[in-house]
């Protein structure tokens, strides 16, 4: 469950009107991401499962430093720091013994990690590997909606909805195949 919850990072959408996008528009997008080499930024992150009674809700700090390292620091309701450094995961949960583990032993969270290390990094070639990359019209900023090429990842991910304005990520959103969610809010760290 923790291993899903660090997939379900990074992360929206409702109904958004489709907007006829080229490649090189969400090309010219996601170069602008490419300039900015280092992002940390506060998060509060909503789950909802059938296995969940109630929402789950998150609070801490994201870090992402090009081109691979990305963290996750949960500071509320309990602290847990999940690090990924290329292929490598660090899991650290308060009063339990550290766990290493592969990121390519976890499929599911590997294309959810590369999807958004892709767009921060404004990779568009490796988005579109692994996505079918669908622009959508929002009055104050751009939307990108993802959908998993791999039939695999798609029995347990259906979507993904990356969300911001100007240069910066504002919302993710991962819509699981069996109907949980997770939407990270994001915003820029002082």
Not at 42 to 53: D, I, N, P, Q, V
Not at 85 to 110: F, N, W
Not at 155 to 166: A, C, L, P, Y
């Amino acid at each position: 469950m923790k291993i899903r919850s660090l997939g379900c990072l990074l992360l929206l959408a409702w109904p958004w009107p489709l907007l006829a996008a080229d490649d090189g528009d969400i090309t010219a997008l996601l170069a602008r991401f490419a300039q900015h080499r280092e992002f940390v930024g506060e998060f509060k992150e909503y789950k909802t499962s059938g296995l969940l009674a109630h929402t789950l809700e998150l609070e801490g700090q994201l870090i992402y430093r090009a081109p691979a390292y990305l963290e996750k620091h949960i500071h509320k309701p309990y602290d847990e720091r999940q690090i990924i450094d290329g292929d490598q995961v660090i899991l650290e949960h308060a009063g339990e013994p550290r766990r290493t583990l592969s990121l390519t032993s976890v499929p599911e969270m590997k294309i959810v990690v590369d999807s958004l290390r892709a767009t921060l990094a404004g990779d568009a070639a490796a988005l579109r590997a692994n996505y079918r990359v669908q622009k959508l019209a929002q009055a104050d900023g751009w939307h990108l909606r993802l959908t998993p090429r791999d039939a695999a990842v798609e029995e347990s991910v259906r979507e993904i909805h990356i969300s911001g304005n100007d240069i910066g990520i504002r919302e993710f959103r991962i819509v699981q195949t069996a109907g949980g969610e997770s939407r990270v809010v994001i915003a820029p760290g002082s």
